[in-house]
C-alpha cells in the first residue's frame, strides 16, 4: 500500500464544512419546537460525522484497511481519492469527483435541501394562518422536510459511505418515522376531519407518481 501522503487531518474543513451544511439546512428547516429540534439534530450528528471522516480523520479506511490494502495495492487509501469507496470498490479510474455515483450523490443532496425550502415555506405560511399546510410538496407527501433529510443524507453516503453513516443512516430514518407519526397526532386533534381526509389521500413519505393529475392530493379549498 502506497502511503505516500495523508490528505486527512484538515479539522478546519470539518468545521467549516459541518458549519455551511448545518447552517444552510436551518435556514430552510427552522426548528421550532422539541420535536424539529430532535430532526435537526439528528440529521447534524450525521453531517458533523461524515466532514469528521471526510477531512480529519478516515476511520472507515482505517478499520477497512487491510483488505482493501490488499485488494487495491497500488492505491494510496489515505488519499483524498480512495475515500469515495464506490467509486474505488467499482474499479472505476479517472477523478472520482466525476463518477456516476458523486454525481448522483449531487441529484440527491440538491433535491432535499430543495424540498426543505420549498416545505418549510408552505408550512411557516399555514402556521401563521393556523391552517392544515396542503400546498407545494404537502400536496404529494405528508412529510416533505423529513424526505428532505434522509435525501441529503442518503445523498453524501453515495458521495462518501463510512461505517458509521451507513449505521446511523437506518436508525435515522427510523426514528423520523417515529416523529412523523408523533407529529400526525398532533395535526389530528388540532385539525380533526381537515387532516383525516388529507391524509386517506395524500400518502405519509412516497409520492403516488403514477396517479394523474385528476388523483392529485387533497386540497383546501
Same mark, same amino acid.
Given at each position: 500500500?502506497?502511503?505516500?501522503?495523508?490528505?486527512?487531518?484538515?479539522?478546519?474543513?470539518?468545521?467549516?464544512?459541518?458549519?455551511?451544511?448545518?447552517?444552510?439546512?436551518?435556514?430552510?428547516?427552522?426548528?421550532?419546537?422539541?420535536?424539529?429540534?430532535?430532526?435537526?439534530?439528528?440529521?447534524?450528528?450525521?453531517? %458533523?460525522?461524515?466532514? =469528521?471522516? &471526510?477531512? *480529519? !480523520?478516515? /476511520?472507515?479506511?482505517?478499520? @477497512?484497511? +487491510?483488505?482493501?490494502?490488499?485488494?487495491?495495492?497500488?492505491?494510496?487509501?489515505?488519499?483524498?481519492?480512495?475515500?469515495?469507496?464506490?467509486?474505488?470498490?467499482?474499479?472505476?479510474?479517472?477523478?472520482?469527483?466525476?463518477?456516476?455515483?458523486?454525481?448522483?450523490?449531487?441529484?440527491?443532496?440538491?433535491?432535499?435541501?430543495?424540498?426543505?425550502?420549498?416545505?418549510?415555506?408552505?408550512?411557516?405560511?399555514?402556521?401563521?394562518?393556523?391552517?392544515?399546510?396542503?400546498?407545494?410538496?404537502?400536496?404529494?407527501?405528508?412529510?416533505?422536510?423529513? %424526505?428532505?433529510?434522509? =435525501?441529503? &443524507?442518503? *445523498? !453524501?453516503? /453515495?458521495?462518501?459511505?463510512? @461505517?458509521? +453513516?451507513?449505521?446511523?443512516?437506518?436508525?435515522?430514518?427510523?426514528?423520523?418515522?417515529?416523529?412523523?407519526?408523533?407529529?400526525?397526532?398532533?395535526?389530528?386533534?388540532?385539525?380533526?376531519?381537515?387532516?383525516?381526509?388529507?391524509?386517506?389521500?395524500?400518502?405519509?413519505?412516497?409520492?403516488?407518481?403514477?396517479?394523474?393529475?385528476?388523483?392529485?392530493?387533497?386540497?383546501?379549498?
Amino acid at each position: 500500500m502506497n502511503s505516500a501522503t495523508n490528505d486527512y487531518g484538515l479539522w478546519g474543513l470539518v468545521v467549516l464544512n459541518s458549519i455551511i451544511f448545518v447552517g444552510f439546512a436551518y435556514s430552510f428547516f427552522k426548528p421550532a419546537n422539541l420535536r424539529d429540534w430532535r430532526s435537526f439534530g439528528a440529521y447534524s450528528a450525521f453531517i %458533523v460525522a461524515l466532514f =469528521a471522516e &471526510m477531512y *480529519g !480523520f478516515p /476511520l472507515t479506511i482505517y478499520l @477497512l484497511s +487491510g483488505w482493501l490494502g490488499s485488494k487495491f495495492p497500488t492505491v494510496n487509501l489515505f488519499g483524498h481519492d480512495a475515500g469515495h469507496l464506490w467509486w474505488l470498490a467499482t474499479g472505476q479510474h479517472g477523478n472520482p469527483h466525476f463518477g456516476a455515483f458523486h454525481l448522483l450523490s449531487f441529484v440527491f443532496i440538491f433535491a432535499g435541501f430543495t424540498l426543505l425550502s420549498n416545505a418549510w415555506h408552505v408550512l411557516y405560511q399555514a402556521q401563521r394562518r393556523h391552517r392544515l399546510a396542503v400546498a407545494g410538496p404537502y400536496r404529494f407527501v405528508r412529510h416533505p422536510q423529513y %424526505v428532505g433529510f434522509v =435525501a441529503i &443524507m442518503f *445523498g !453524501f453516503l /453515495l458521495q462518501w459511505p463510512t @461505517l458509521l +453513516g451507513l449505521v446511523m443512516f437506518p436508525v435515522l430514518v427510523v426514528m423520523y418515522v417515529r416523529l412523523a407519526a408523533s407529529e400526525e397526532r398532533d395535526s389530528e386533534a388540532a385539525f380533526g376531519d381537515a387532516w383525516r381526509e388529507y391524509a386517506a389521500v395524500t400518502p405519509r413519505f412516497i409520492p403516488h407518481l403514477w396517479k394523474g393529475d385528476h388523483d392529485r392530493p387533497f386540497r383546501i379549498h
